[in-house]
């Protein structure tokens, strides 16, 4: 009983993901997500309390899988590590088909309301402080000269985002695949001793 | 009479940019944005042919308001010049109060439209190509090492998009100002000679 309760809250999960990438967060109804995921109401708010609720998990899991890959990027050295982890975006952006509306309707949903917004935003501060940690210890094992890691870890966060939105875009517009390492190249070298 | 007709058009430019950033692009219909401009559907129908064209019109807007913004930061060096670029950055934060939702929405319909894609993203390939020239001006003048700039451009383009979309959602996250400038200061230690 209790693996079918998941399993339907994976289902509502799957199939409200795809309605909002299709319609918008603000056009799709709970009942349109009960009618195409075949659930009744009961069923849906004994998962979620609201609409929101059930946005701030989709979110969340998003977040959690890239920090999952982060997690399994760890390499000698910390410039080996920063160079692993470019590895991560091309296959973010090849599996993430449908997901470039699903990611804006975050940031949009983010930008009008509060509570959405801190959810939205702790992430952001906390990979920030994640990479602020590696810039540190890349100054520690004598790989990098000594900088403010700060707005080191700002640029990564930044040059992330904005790698993985313009190759969601723009999936042809360049190799982002070659970009990625380039641009992490000319970091590392901004970065050496 | 032609001066009160480019009035109007400004007057309904200004309106739809803060409905479409309050309501969304399509919680925003075309007979809200009359009244609150005070215009009859005629008039609007004068100067757009449809809600999509008024989009159209202040994308472009936005994107000539930064080609503007890149044209005046010419210095001697190519160094410099992307150095100067960066202050273009917190103004543009700055300035871009309630634009962040505008923002989104453009490439949101992009996502979905494909006339609005192609708007969207050729500017994009137009700022890239821009970079791209500037980069190899900077190989030529003597200031960066033989790389290929195309890589290059891309990194600066993905770097302003990310660093505008953070600073943009999360004004106080961070001095972006500096972060602007310390991030351009590692690229080009990256790729001095």
């Known amino acids: 009983m209790q693996k079918r309760s998941e399993e339907t809250r994976s ?3 799957a199939t409200s993901l795809k309605c909002f990438a299709k319609h918008g967060f603000n056009e ?3 009942q349109e997500i009960c009618q195409e995921t075949g659930v ?6 004994h998962h979620f309390p609201s609409k929101q609720a059930l946005f701030m998990e989709l979110l969340k899991g998003w977040l959690d899988s ?3 890959d982060f997690s399994t990027s760890q ?3 910390v410039p080996e590590t920063l160079m692993h982890m470019t590895s991560i975006l091309p296959a973010a952006i090849a599996s993430a088909d449908d ?3 699903m990611f804006l ?5 983010a930008s009008r309301d509060q509570n959405i917004w801190k959810v939205t935003i702790a992430p952001y501060r906390h990979f920030q402080g994640y990479f602020e940690e590696l810039i540190q210890r890349g100054i520690d094992e004598g790989s990098f000269y000594d900088i403010d890691p700060k707005p080191v870890a700002q640029v990564i966060v930044s040059m992330a985002v904005g790698l993985l939105l313009q190759g969601l875009l723009d999936p042809k517009g360049a190799d982002w695949n070659k970009t990625a390492r380039e ?3 000319v970091i590392l070298k901004g970065l050496a001793v």
């Open 11 to 13: 289902r509502i999960l």
């Open 28 to 30: 799709s109804s709970i």
């Open 40 to 45: 009744s109401k009961g069923a849906f708010y």
């Open 66 to 68: 890239i920090e999952l």
């Open 75 to 77: 390499q000698e050295s």
């Open 99 to 101: 997901q470039l509306p």
């Open 105 to 109: 309707e975050f940031w949009l949903q």
């Open 183 to 185: 641009s992490m190249r």
